[in-house]
């Protein structure tokens, strides 16, 4: 099994663009998401969570940040 650190990491998501369906396009990224998790021997919820987060981008931590604030 590879460490993360010799994988390719998956690009960021882009919630701004030219989705006709953003719904499916988040539901492929988080099918190549597990597969890089699962590549790379991730099983820890919380480093999951951080990872989504930190290789998800800049526009994904700001809709989560959000979403937390308004609980």
Avoid: C
């Avoid at 099994?1 to 369906?21: D, H, I, R, W």
């Avoid at 492929?28 to 990872?51: Q, S």
Wanted: aromatic content about 12%; hydrophobic content about 35%; glycine content about 6%.
């Amino acid at each position: 099994m590879a460490s993360s650190s010799e994988l390719p990491t998956p690009q960021p998501f882009k919630v701004v663009g030219q989705y006709t369906n953003l719904s499916s396009a988040w539901d492929n990224y988080i099918k190549r998401f597990n597969y890089y998790l699962l590549a790379a021997g991730i099983t820890k919820d919380e480093r999951k969570k951080a990872l989504l987060l930190h290789l998800g981008g800049e526009e994904l931590q700001n809709i989560f940040e959000t979403s937390i604030n308004q609980e």
